[in-house]
T-cell receptor
C-alpha cells in the first residue's frame, strides 16, 4: 500500500475562496482522521470517521469547515469561505483500530492570503 | 481538559549520546500514550505505544517509560545519530473506549550533531 495519500501538497488561495482538501486512506483502515497543525497550537484533531460515518466533529473550528467521506477510500475537508487564519498544514490519518498506530499522510500546506 | 507539555526548546545532543525527551501531562491519567517522529514537511510517524500498566517499552535503540505518579513519560534514544534529528511528539489517549481521541503535545525538536 502507498500509505495515506493527500492532495494537493500545497494550496495557496485568496480569502473568501472555497478550498477542498482530499485524502485517500490506507485500504482496510476503518478510521480516518483530519488534523490541523500550526506552530502555536500543534496538532489538533478536527474530525474523525468510523466506517465512513462522522463520529466526532467537535474539533471543527467553525461552520465554514465541513468534511465528508462518501466511501471507504476517499474523504474531503472543505473550507468555505477561507480566511487567512485557516493557514496551516492539514493532515489526514487512518488507522485499523481507534487510537492505535495512526498512519499520517504528507499533509496539505494551506496558505490563505 | 488534558494539558500536555513537551519542552519547546530544541534539544541539542552529540552523536553517540543518549537523548532524553520529556512528556508531562496534567489532569487525568491516560490509558496509554504514543510517541511519534515528525520530519520537516512530512506527517508524523508512529514509533511506540505504552499502556498505563506498563512501566517501560523498548524498540531497538528507543525506550519509553511511563510514570503515572509523576504524570510523565520519558522517551530515550540511545547511541543517537544525526539521522535521529527530528521533532518528537507524544500523544495521549484518555481511556480505551472507542470515543476516546488522541491528544498531541506540541513536540520537541531533537538535533544530533557530529
Amino acid at each position: 500500500d502507498a500509505g495515506v495519500i493527500q492532495s494537493p501538497r500545497h494550496e495557496v488561495t485568496e480569502m473568501g475562496q472555497e478550498v477542498t482538501l482530499r485524502c485517500k486512506p490506507i485500504s482496510g483502515h476503518d478510521y480516518l482522521f483530519w488534523y490541523r497543525q500550526t506552530m502555536m497550537r500543534g496538532l489538533e484533531l478536527l474530525i474523525y470517521f468510523n466506517n465512513n460515518v462522522p463520529i466526532d466533529d467537535s474539533g471543527m473550528p467553525e461552520d465554514r469547515f465541513s468534511a465528508k467521506m462518501p466511501n471507504a477510500s476517499f474523504s474531503t475537508l472543505k473550507i468555505q469561505p477561507s480566511e487567512p487564519r485557516d493557514s496551516a498544514v492539514y493532515f489526514c490519518a487512518s488507522s485499523l483500530v481507534m487510537n492505535t498506530e495512526a498512519f499520517f499522510g504528507q499533509g496539505t500546506r494551506l496558505t490563505v492570503v | 481538559s488534558q494539558k500536555i507539555e513537551q519542552n519547546s526548546e530544541a534539544l541539542n545532543i552529540q552523536e553517540g549520546k543518549t537523548a532524553t525527551l520529556t512528556c508531562n501531562y496534567t489532569n487525568y491519567s491516560p490509558a496509554y500514550l504514543q510517541w511519534y517522529r515528525q520530519d520537516p514537511g512530512r506527517g508524523p510517524v508512529f514509533l511506540l505505544l505504552i499502556r498505563e500498566n506498563e512501566k517501560e517499552k523498548r524498540k531497538e535503540r528507543l525506550k519509553v517509560t511511563f510514570d503515572t505518579t509523576l504524570k510523565q513519560s520519558l522517551f530515550h534514544i540511545t547511541a543517537s545519530q544525526p539521522a535521529d534529528s527530528a521533532t518528537y511528539l507524544c500523544a495521549l489517549v484518555k481511556d480505551t473506549g472507542t470515543a476516546s481521541k488522541l491528544t498531541f503535545g506540541t513536540g520537541t525538536r531533537l538535533q544530533v550533531t557530529l
